[in-house]
C-alpha cells in the first residue's frame, strides 16, 4: 500500500531553476521554502504535514560550504517518515546555467561551472537509482515558455496550476552569446 504522504524531492544543478520550482509547488499549497534556508533543512521529517516540497541545488550549501548532499540517504530519511517521494529533476541551457552560476558567483570561471553541471546531473541519477527511482525531468525552457507545458507537468502531479509569474531568466545571457 502507498504512504499517503507526498514529498517532492526538487533537484537540479545551481542556478538551474530549483528554487523557482520549489516556489511553484509551495504555491500550489505544498509545505516547503524556495529559499536558500528551508524549515526541512535538518532533514527531520517525521512531524510535517502530508504533502511536502524540499530543494537541494546540487552541489549545495552556497559559495562558502558547497558539498554534494547524499540525496539517497534524504530520500530513505523522507521514506522513513511515510513519504512516497517523487523526485523532480530540473535542467536549463547548459551556456545559460554556466554563465548564471559565474555571475551569482557560485564558482570562479566556466570551467568549473561546467563540470559541475555535468556532475550534478550524475550525481542525482545515480544517487535516486541506488533508491529505485526516476525523476520527473523537467526542461526549463519550455517550462517557463509555454503555459501548456506546465499545465502538464502540474496534471501530471494531481495538483493545481499556481498563480504565479514565469519568466525567462536565459534572455539576460542571449545578448553575451
Known amino acids: 500500500m502507498k504512504p499517503a504522504k507526498t514529498a517532492y524531492f526538487v533537484l537540479g544543478p545551481e542556478s538551474s531553476g530549483t528554487r523557482m520550482l520549489t516556489e511553484a509547488l509551495c504555491r500550489c499549497g505544498i509545505y516547503g521554502d524556495a529559499g536558500h534556508v528551508q524549515r526541512m533543512d535538518d532533514l527531520d521529517f517525521a512531524k510535517t504535514p502530508e504533502r511536502i516540497v524540499f530543494r537541494r541545488s546540487l552541489p549545495h550549501g552556497g559559495a562558502t560550504a558547497r558539498h554534494w548532499p547524499a540525496i539517497a540517504g534524504i530520500v530513505l530519511r523522507m521514506r522513513e517518515a511515510g513519504y512516497r517521494v517523487v523526485p523532480i529533476l530540473i535542467l536549463r541551457d547548459l551556456d545559460a546555467t554556466v554563465k548564471s552560476q559565474v555571475a551569482f558567483p557560485h564558482v570562479p570561471n566556466e570551467a568549473e561551472a ?64
Open 114 to 177: 561546467r563540470y559541475n553541471v555535468q556532475y550534478a546531473v550524475q550525481h542525482a541519477l545515480s544517487q535516486l537509482a541506488q533508491v529505485g527511482l526516476w525523476p520527473v525531468v523537467v526542461p526549463y525552457e519550455p517550462f517557463v515558455r509555454d503555459a501548456r507545458v506546465r499545465e502538464q507537468f502540474f496534471h501530471h502531479l494531481e495538483l493545481p496550476v499556481p498563480d504565479m509569474s514565469f519568466f525567462d531568466a536565459n534572455e539576460k545571457y542571449r545578448s553575451s552569446r
